[in-house]
């Protein structure tokens, strides 16, 4: 079984800055995709950006141009760099990890972008 722990979120001006971390433990042998997905009141939950083995990455298109996805193999842990904040990036944000036994999802943590 594998377990995320996130941290990073948090209140944040529009126009701000905030990075998410999400580092995974237990019994890996492999990680193969990494992502963020968020979830806002009322809405279903969404893919925010993803991040294969390979490092190839994704975006949604509301996030690209301000997110950047990253991941150190070393640490099991994938960022999400978010700039230019807007008031609708509010929501919980769930990292999501595929390894070669699990497919595990993060707690979640809010981020609020409010003035």
């Known amino acids: 079984q594998v377990q995320l722990v996130e941290s990073g979120g948090g209140l944040v001006q529009p126009g701000g800055s905030l990075r998410l971390s999400c580092a995974a433990s237990?019994?890996?042998?492999?990680?193969?995709?990494m992502g963020w997905y968020r979830q806002a009141p009322g809405k279903q939950r969404e893919l925010v950006a993803g991040i294969t083995s390979g490092r190839r990455t994704n975006y949604a298109d509301s996030v690209k141009g301000r997110f950047t996805i990253s991941r150190d193999n070393a640490k099991n842990t994938v960022y999400l760099q978010m700039n230019s904040l807007k008031p609708e990036d509010t929501a919980v944000y769930y990292c999501?990890?595929?390894?070669?036994?699990?497919?595990?999802w993060g707690q979640g943590t809010q981020v609020t972008v409010s003035s």
């Open positions: 999501n990890v595929v390894t070669n036994i699990d497919n595990a």
């Open positions: 237990g019994s890996i042998f492999t990680i193969y995709a």
